[in-house]
């Protein structure tokens, strides 16, 4: 029931960060067969899901305009990452009321956004969002002027577009937490997928045994070029098309840092129960749409 709770507070673009550490205090309650206390915060929980839908619209509203504001300047905020993360959630709680004019306009704000921060790749992929989003509303004037929008964005800073094909989120001892994918038939790429995943793995075994592999961050498998990061807990890969910019190398890191700053209690003691890992694996997801 908590975790139904903070999946509907996330599928109405509800920061989730209080609720998150309510729902390890409930699974750490049940593990210790505290159930009553486990009732309490779930009732606690409800609570807030109702406070929190109450003024969503509001917020959301605060975050578009604040976001303008923003842009107005012509330059990245220095909090760039958390202003996306809060467009993020407001094009679900937009998507969540049927209100597509709106969700495409966030898309569009956040392209902005990304140019702005230096990220042309980032920038197309959210410009296509908005795409996606005024096509299917029949909006095509949006829909032709946002094409040229891109296609602006890749002849200005062609040498800086790259592609993340694959990501691969692994605990230490090499089992697969998740895994993000833009291919359009994964199932027909799935034995490429696993060969790549038991090339990481090896490689992360072979790190254990040799601590100075974990300076590197770059192999081979055939003609892919697979990016990795690992921290004390998890380890980041990503399969990648094209030149990998200085920006997405610290995202990674500043990722994987502060999953595990987060999470380093249940990482710490994982007994591979993946519902005790569900704010990790939210977190790997959110980066994944940021990218």
């Not at 210790?32 to 009732?39: D, F, G, N, P």
């Not at 809060?86 to 679900?92: C, E, R, T, V």
Request: overall charge negative; aromatic content about 8%; charged content about 30%.
């Amino acid at each position: 029931e908590a975790l139904r709770i903070v999946d509907e507070a996330s599928a109405y673009g509800i920061d989730t960060q209080e609720a998150e550490e309510m729902l390890q205090a409930c699974i750490t309650a049940s593990d210790m067969e505290e159930y009553e206390q486990c009732r309490f915060i779930v009732s606690e929980l409800r609570k807030w899901l109702e406070q929190e839908r109450r003024y969503a619209a509001i917020k959301t509203a605060d975050v578009v305009k604040r976001t303008r504001k923003m842009l107005e300047k012509g330059s990245a905020p220095e909090d760039y990452q958390a202003v996306k993360r809060s467009l993020m959630n407001a094009a679900k709680y937009y998507e969540k009321m049927g209100d597509f004019a709106s969700m495409g306009e966030v898309y569009e704000l956040m392209g902005k956004l990304d140019a702005l921060a230096g990220d042309p790749s980032a920038s197309r992929s959210s410009y296509q969002r908005a795409v996606n989003v005024y096509f299917r509303t029949g909006d095509l004037e949006k829909v032709a002027r946002l094409i040229m929008e891109i296609m602006k964005e890749i002849e200005l800073k062609e040498e800086a577009i790259y592609e993340v094909q694959d990501a691969f989120l692994i605990y230490r001892d090499g089992r697969l937490l998740a895994h993000s994918t833009k291919r359009l038939r994964p199932e027909a790429d799935s034995q490429i997928l696993g060969g790549m995943l038991i090339a990481i793995q090896n490689f992360m075994e072979d790190s254990l045994a040799d601590p100075s592999l974990k300076s590197l961050s770059e192999l081979r498998y055939g003609d892919t070029r697979i990016v990795i990061q690992q921290g004390e807990y998890l380890t980041l890969a990503m399969v990648i098309s094209g030149d990998v910019p200085d920006a997405l190398w610290d995202r990674m890191k500043k990722m994987v840092e502060d999953i595990e700053s987060r999470y380093e209690r249940v990482l710490s003691r994982w007994d591979g129960d993946l519902d005790k890992l569900w704010g990790v694996r939210k977190a790997f997801n959110e980066f994944m749409q940021q990218i």
